[in-house]
Each structure stands twice: as structure tokens, then as C-alpha cells.
């Protein structure tokens, strides 16, 4: 194997993280006309709810603006290539942050992705993802002073 295949193998294999990351900063950061960077246009979600075509899916993050601040915790990337196309799963902690009853609260939900990637003119991008949602708890947050 010459260094080019490592270097090659190595990085097909963090494409899928660094999209996911880059999915969890978008949407952290609320610059959801960003998705574009990492979505094609076809892009899907399914799961815990159907949503087809990038615009919409964009429109469909709008409601996390009814939160204070959201924190997507990425943790474990796992699955495969075949040629341009991967299919694999990504497991996330997503954190809502919100009020309720004049006290901080977070909505905690442990969420498992099912993610197909495709390259296309050397571009790597999300087709689809399924949202499996596999738990979710609601605390009162401590906020230090």
C-alpha cells in the first residue's frame, strides 16, 4: 500500500465524521442556509418524521429557534463505502436548551442516525438520513453564576 492509498483509505474513512460534525455546527449555530454545503438538494429525512427536498428540511429547522440554544454531541461514526456511496449510522446527544416555569431547562435526546452519503464530481454530501430517536430526558439545567 503506497502512501497515497493510506493517505486516500484514511480519508474516505472521515468523511462521514466530518460531515456530521459540520451537521451538528450548522445546526448549533443556527446557519441553517449552510446544510447546503453538506445536503444535496435531494436530501431526505425520515424517521421520526418525513421530510423530502433540502428547502424543506431547511424550513423544518426554523423550529429550533424556539429553543435558547441547542448542543449536537457527535459520538460515534461507523460504516461503509461502496464505491461513491456510504451507508453507515451516527449516534448523537442533542441538548435543547428552553425556560419553562422561570427556570432553565434542557431536552436531552439520544438520537441514531442511519446516514447514506454520495460523492459526486468529487463532493461528498448527505442523500439521507433516518432519525431514530432512541431516548430523551427533560432536566432543570444548573447555570453557574
Not at 76 to 93: A, K, P
Request: net charge negative; proline share 2%; with cysteine.
Amino acid at each position: 500500500m503506497t502512501k497515497n492509498t493510506i493517505s486516500s483509505k484514511l480519508s474516505n474513512l472521515l468523511v462521514p465524521s466530518k460531515l456530521s460534525n459540520l451537521y451538528a455546527s450548522i445546526i448549533d449555530q443556527r446557519k441553517f442556509s449552510s446544510l447546503s454545503t453538506i445536503m444535496w438538494d435531494e436530501f431526505s429525512m425520515s424517521g421520526h418524521f418525513e421530510i423530502t427536498g433540502l428547502e424543506n428540511f431547511i424550513s423544518a429547522m426554523q423550529q429550533l429557534e424556539n429553543y435558547q440554544s441547542t448542543m449536537h454531541q457527535i459520538m460515534n461514526v461507523q460504516g461503509e463505502w461502496r464505491e461513491n456511496l456510504y451507508t453507515g449510522e451516527t449516534y448523537c446527544v442533542a441538548s435543547h436548551m428552553f425556560d419553562q416555569d422561570e427556570k432553565p431547562h434542557k431536552l436531552d435526546m439520544g438520537i441514531v442516525y442511519s446516514d447514506v452519503i454520495e460523492v459526486r464530481e468529487g463532493t461528498a454530501k448527505f442523500i439521507s438520513r433516518n432519525f431514530l430517536l432512541k431516548w430523551k430526558k427533560t432536566d432543570v439545567l444548573d447555570i453557574p453564576e
